[in-house]
């Protein structure tokens, strides 16, 4: 358990940052922009469950657990010596990703199949719901990034790559189940 008697350090005045590992970085690093970004996207899944309910609100508080998850295996480097923590360490794991394949399956059924690119709107929490899309794409690149210099969880970057299709399908199901989606009309404004 996480104890926080103090939210302020000072151990960061200089520019760097502690992983999980206890490693100090500087905060400009691939692993701490990957991880800060994940935590963007978290943010941004609170924005949307302010307009949530039922099934949808209940997947995304798990999806801001499952984040935070995230934040965490990235926030540590070095997992072949995960062993000598002493502790668990926090990874995501395959079951996460196919839940999440699920579910879009799931909401991907209830809809009518795209035959234009949709534009993000349409209602507020569908408007959200692109945004969570949109910053977890970047938190997807982030990772990529740091994972072609350093190695990084395969399932994580997965994760990340079905949670903003994941976004997408929702973003569907709030817009009257794809009837209120907003659709791209090319060269319309010329």
């Given at each position: ?42 943010a941004t899944v609170g ?110 970057v997965k994760y990340l ?8 399908a929702a973003s569907r ?18």
């Amino acid at each position: 358990m996480v104890v926080l008697n103090k939210i302020y350090t000072k151990t960061g005045d200089k520019g760097e940052t502690a992983l999980g590992n206890g490693d100090r970085v500087a905060k400009h690093s691939a692993r701490v922009t990957a991880y800060g970004t994940v935590d963007e996207a978290n943010a941004t899944v609170g924005l949307a469950r302010l307009h949530a309910t039922g099934d949808v609100a209940e997947a995304l508080a798990r999806i801001q657990n499952d984040l935070f998850d995230l934040g965490a295996d990235l926030a540590r480097p070095d997992m072949e010596r995960d062993h000598e923590a002493g502790y668990p360490v926090l990874r995501i794991i395959e079951s996460q990703v196919t839940r999440l394949e699920a579910e879009i399956d799931a909401m991907t059924a209830r809809v009518e199949p795209l035959r234009s690119f949709i534009l993000p709107g349409g209602s507020a929490l569908a408007a959200y719901l692109h945004l969570c899309r949109t910053v977890s794409r970047r938190a997807e690149r982030c990772a990529v990034e740091l994972a072609s210099v350093e190695t990084v969880n395969e399932h994580a970057v997965k994760y990340l790559n079905r949670l903003s299709d994941w976004f997408f399908a929702a973003s569907r199901i709030a817009n009257d189940e794809g009837r209120a989606d907003i659709l791209w009309v090319p060269g319309a404004n010329r």
